[in-house]
């Protein structure tokens, strides 16, 4: 029996392309891939109702350092999306070796996506992945010269399509014949397609060149200040937000509460001798209940060491705490 594995999200086309292999009699295997920018809970649900067995990497690590420095550059956001899908098929590649499969699939469809998914996208993933030989996209396999699997009779070409561009016409309807329900939004895209999030990883590279993967965790909660070259100050919106926060606060990081009024948890990231406590001080206690224009205690503390202290500060207003915010489209 042919077997496969394949790049699976749970999204539609992912669904789509193992289901189509399945209706050749091929053993499909499910690969989904967890980092800081994407999870795989719809791929554990699309790979339960096609009844394949599904395979989770962690492949924080390695995304991360393209996403750092992609190779192919990125899209409309932070989305290194040529690079991110040839790491996958290459991880994809060592898994199909390992367990003796014959080839590699994914649910790309050309010209889906303008940036990652026109003809010579699809060549360069296939040839930077290393496993260009063993890899078919049956959704649009016909549009596409005949793969090894095609030539060698694993895969039956006629019974594979020809999808092409951004309508998901056919897809909707080969998703209802099929009766495949529930996958998810086929717009979707991961955290680095969101522009708020990417532009606070863009600052946030930006300041600290040398910031691993899980000081990602942090940018994904709360609201975010630049307090000056390299000093960030991350507030929490929530109880949520707090709690995250200080579970996220790394050693040497300055951690910020107003004294006698409820409000948010100030992390202060520096690394300067003597951080602007003052500054994040004030900025913290702009939204906590303290009553405006009155002096408020703010209480500090460093994380792992023995530093800590109390500030009398006034909060800032609007404007002031403003002129400190990250925001898309200001530096
Ligand atoms: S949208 Fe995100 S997960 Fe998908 S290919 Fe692009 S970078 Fe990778």
Redesign the pocket.
């Given at each position: 029996m042919t077997k496969a594995i394949g790049l699976f999200?749970g999204g539609l086309d992912s669904m789509l392309a193992a289901r189509l292999l399945q209706e050749q009699g091929i053993e499909v295997t499910a690969l989904a891939?967890t980092s800081p920018?994407?999870g795989a809970r719809r791929a554990k649900k699309g790979a339960k109702q096609l009844g394949v067995e599904l395979v989770i990497a962690d492949i924080s690590e390695p995304?991360f350092e393209v996403?750092r420095n992609p190779a192919h550059g990125y899209?409309r956001n932070m989305?290194?999306?040529l690079d991110?899908?040839a790491l996958?098929i290459r991880f994809a590649g060592r898994e199909m070796e390992k367990r003796g499969l014959d080839f590699i699939f994914t649910g790309e469809v050309l010209g889906q996506r303008p940036f990652?998914q026109n003809r010579k996208a699809l060549d360069v993933v296939a040839r930077e992945s290393g496993y260009g030989e063993s890899l078919l996209r049956p959704l649009c396999a016909k549009l596409l010269k005949p793969t090894r699997m095609e030539l060698e009779g694993l895969v039956d070409r006629e019974r594979l399509l020809d999808i092409q561009g951004r309508s998901r016409r056919r897809q909707l309807e080969l998703a209802r014949q099929w009766g495949l329900t529930e996958y998810s939004s086929p717009a979707g895209?991961?955290?680095?397609?969101d522009p708020g999030f990417s532009h606070r990883l863009r600052e946030a590279l930006a300041d600290d060149p040398g910031m691993d993967v899980r000081d990602v965790e942090i940018l994904k909660v709360g609201r975010h200040f630049r307090l000056g070259g390299g000093v960030r100050l991350v507030v929490g919106k929530n109880r949520a937000d707090n709690e995250r926060i200080e579970a996220l606060a790394r050693e040497g990081d300055v951690l910020l509460r107003v004294v006698g009024h409820p409000g948010p948890l100030g992390c202060l990231r520096s690394r300067e001798a003597e951080p602007p406590l003052e500054t994040a001080a004030a900025v913290t206690s702009r939204y906590s209940d303290a009553p405006r224009g009155e002096p408020c205690r703010v209480e500090w503390r460093e994380v792992g060491r023995e530093r800590r202290g109390e500030l009398l500060v006034t909060p800032f207003g609007e404007e002031e705490a403003r002129a400190f915010a990250i925001l898309p489209g200001k530096r």
């Open positions: 999200s891939f920018f994407f995304h996403v899209g989305n290194p999306c991110c899908h996958m990652s895209g991961c955290k680095l397609t």
